[in-house]
């Protein structure tokens, strides 16, 4: 938690579970990306992204995530999110290749770029877990429904996620090459991951609003 903290605003503190603090590598692919007024559009509504995040709360309550990086294989995606939901997101070569239920997944940070951001993975799809537990790790997890980003404008700002429960399956990694985690800033983790997979849920998101 010491490495964490300075990385995070002051309104924000870190959500632990069991005592322990987590930062999640998180990559998956967007499908029929659009505003609510809009269909997709054809070229920019479907790309993988990956992000690294970590749980945390506003003043003690609103369990929530702060994304530390968000790359994502769309410029022109990327280039909005910079500019109009405060995140930092970058533009990286990705690829994703599954057959029957093992995947391949690689990332290669292109843009901006000041310290090497690259992930690898081979896994495979496990059990499944169905929706996760209220209280349980999986749920401390995955069932995040506020995000948290910093303005530049000194202002906190959050934004509200919807979706239904996120069915999960185990997930064993055969091989994992990353260093998305040291270029935030962070210690490079050690260890076995604990590797959750899941199909996806239809995400709506709002925009974004200034905390107090």
Same mark, same amino acid.
């Not at 970590?54 to 790359?71: A, I, K, Q």
């Not at 999960?168 to 076995?192: D, K």
């Given at each position: ?27 998956? !692919? ?23 995040? !970590? ?19 769309? +410029? ?81 700002? !959050? ?19 990353? !260093? ?30 200034? +905390?107090?």
């Amino acid at each position: 938690m010491e490495a964490l903290r300075p990385l995070l605003p002051p309104a924000l503190s870190i959500d632990t579970y069991e005592g322990r603090a987590y930062v999640g590598v998180v990559p998956f !692919t967007m499908r029929n990306v659009s505003p609510w007024w809009s269909p997709a559009v054809p070229g920019i509504s479907h790309f993988h992204e990956l992000n690294v995040r !970590t749980y945390v709360h506003h003043e003690g309550r609103d369990p929530g995530v702060w994304f530390f990086s968000l790359d994502a294989a769309k +410029l022109l995606a990327v280039l909005i999110a910079r500019s109009g939901w405060h995140l930092p997101y970058f533009y990286a070569d990705m690829e994703l290749r599954t057959a029957d239920r093992r995947v391949y997944y690689k990332s290669r940070r292109r843009w901006p770029t000041e310290r090497p951001a690259e992930f690898e993975a081979r896994y495979t799809i496990g059990e499944p877990l169905g929706a996760s537990v209220p209280g349980s790790f999986e749920h401390f997890l995955a069932e995040r429904y506020l995000l948290y980003a910093d303005g530049g404008d000194g202002k906190l700002y !959050t934004g509200q996620v919807h979706h239904h429960p996120y069915p999960l399956h185990r997930a064993e990694v055969h091989e994992l090459r990353e !260093t998305m985690v040291l270029a935030t800033g962070l210690p490079a983790p050690e260890g076995t991951p604990h590797a959750l997979y899941s199909p996806g849920v239809d995400v709506d998101v709002y925009g974004l609003k200034a +905390l107090g």
